[in-house]
């Protein structure tokens, strides 16, 4: 794994920085299901599998000016996917996010501006990552139960193969709700254009293999799960509906359950969708 040594790298320097009483860590213990997981537009082809997760995270907020907040964060987690080791991976990443309030009212809202870089280092060489990130959100309160978010993301990811470098842009809306002091329930959708990867067997019938490269941008093997298995990257558009439900059970430690469906959309019918849920145990406390 020729990264792992840099994404250590990384979480070391920032750990360091983040040695503060003002700082935070955070854990997230999980596991999920995705019924698509090489994302294939092809039901006979479709390939289901749990995951389980295990995320650490740091932050530190610091006051630059009176209305101003200049939050840095890091993280370091794993993923082992069931059934196929080639997506096993682990991935770090460091962020800095600039926040801004210029009203004074609870309700007035905050303006961030996010940035954000990473690695990943799967068992499949062709996968490893880079990826970088651009974020801008506009968040407000619009009572003190309800909590909305809206912005717009840009992020390039480069990888060890063509067929998974991708460039997409997101415009999303979210919101929080409180039901009461101990339960959330969140809401989040995202319309996404750009590049996705799917990978299907040689074999898949319903396929036209011309229909692929015509559309195609970039097409390689893909060992991840198995032999003759095909990954092509295509230009599409896609919907991104997230429901989520958070229990706080004790100081510091809540539940997490949430759903996510995706429909993608490409040309000459290679379209997808998918749909996972995710059990998080979460841990937060401060340094």
């Known amino acids: 794994m020729k990264k792992i040594t840099l994404i250590l790298l990384l979480f070391n320097i920032q750990q360091n920085v983040l040695a503060d009483s003002d700082s935070q860590?955070?854990?997230?213990i999980g596991i999920s299901h995705d019924n698509n997981i090489n994302r294939s537009h092809s039901k006979q082809s479709t390939l289901d599998s749990?995951?389980?997760h295990l995320l650490?995270?740091?932050s530190r907020v610091d006051k630059i000016a009176l209305k101003q907040l200049l939050e840095y964060r890091a993280s370091l987690g794993y993923q082992d996917l069931q059934d196929y080791d080639g997506t096993d991976h682990i991935r770090g990443s460091?962020?800095?996010s600039l926040r801004y309030k210029?009203?004074?009212?609870?309700?007035?809202?905050?303006?961030i501006i996010e940035a954000e870089t990473g690695l990943a280092d799967f068992q499949a060489d062709l996968r490893d990552r880079t990826h970088y990130l651009l974020r801008f959100i506009i968040s407000s309160w619009l009572t003190s139960?309800?909590?909305?978010?809206?912005?717009?993301?840009?992020?390039?990811?480069?990888?060890?193969?063509?067929?998974?470098?991708?460039?997409?842009?997101?415009?999303?809306?979210?919101a929080d709700l409180r039901l009461d002091q101990f339960s959330t329930l969140y809401a989040t959708a995202t319309y996404q254009a750009g590049d996705i990867t799917s990978s299907i067997p040689l074999s898949d019938s319903s396929t036209e293999i011309l229909d692929i490269i015509r559309q195609a941008e970039d097409i390689e093997f893909d060992p991840s799960f198995g032999n003759n298995i095909l990954a092509y990257r295509i230009d599409s558009r896609a919907i991104i509906s997230t429901l989520g439900y958070n229990l706080a059970f004790?100081?510091?430690?809540?539940i997490d359950l949430s759903a996510q469906y995706v429909s993608a959309r490409?040309?000459?019918?290679?379209?997808?969708?998918?749909?996972?849920?995710?059990?998080?145990?979460?841990?937060?406390?401060g340094l």
């Open 25 to 28: 860590i955070n854990l997230d």
């Open 50 to 52: 749990t995951a389980y």
């Open 56 to 58: 650490t995270s740091f």
């Open 94 to 96: 460091m962020g800095i």
């Open 102 to 111: 210029p009203g004074s009212s609870f309700t007035s809202p905050t303006y």
């Open 145 to 174: 139960q309800l909590q909305f978010n809206s912005g717009i993301a840009s992020q390039l990811q480069d990888s060890d193969s063509r067929a998974f470098d991708l460039v997409t842009h997101k415009l999303f809306f979210s």
């Open 250 to 254: 004790a100081p510091g430690q809540s």
């Open 266 to 285: 490409a040309k000459y019918g290679i379209d997808y969708d998918a749909l996972s849920f995710n059990l998080s145990y979460l841990i937060s406390f």
